[in-house]
């Protein structure tokens, strides 16, 4: 079972960027999904997540407006298409599958993670 990351990149300050995340091994379509990002010496915080079904998405403040997560069960891909972006946004970002079908700010309610991406923006 595995989740992979791509997209990251080196960007500038008000660039848009598309990161993906495709799961092999078995499908999600059944669970929730989520965004989390860590930036240097900072802690993994959720970023985006969306409920099994696509119905409902959750979105940090920080990124609410700018970020927008979706998903295509049917390939088996997660999506977080991201504009506007600021030096702050630069992190590694994760994703991750939930263990129930609803989404979760917690990182401890996911049990099935990606690698990493690493989102670079300069000012």
């Known amino acids: 079972v595995q989740l992979q990351a791509s997209g990251g990149g080196l960007v500038q300050d008000g660039d848009s960027l598309r990161l993906s995340c495709a799961a092999s091994?078995?499908?999600?379509?059944?669970?929730?999904m989520g965004w989390f990002r860590q930036a240097p010496g900072k802690e993994r915080e959720f970023v985006a997540g969306?409920?099994?079904?696509?119905?409902?998405?959750g979105y940090a403040d920080s990124v609410k407006g700018r970020f927008t997560i979706s998903r295509d069960n049917a390939q088996n891909m997660l999506y977080l298409q991201m504009t506007s972006l600021k030096f702050e946004d630069t992190a590694v970002y994760y994703c991750?599958?939930?263990?129930?079908?609803?989404?979760?700010?917690?990182?401890?309610?996911?049990?099935?993670w990606g690698q990493g991406t690493l989102v670079t923006v300069s000012s």
């Open positions: 991750a599958a939930a263990r129930g079908a609803l989404f979760s700010r917690s990182r401890g309610d996911h049990n099935v």
């Open positions: 091994g078995r499908r999600f379509s059944n669970n929730g």
């Open positions: 969306i409920q099994w079904n696509g119905g409902t998405a």
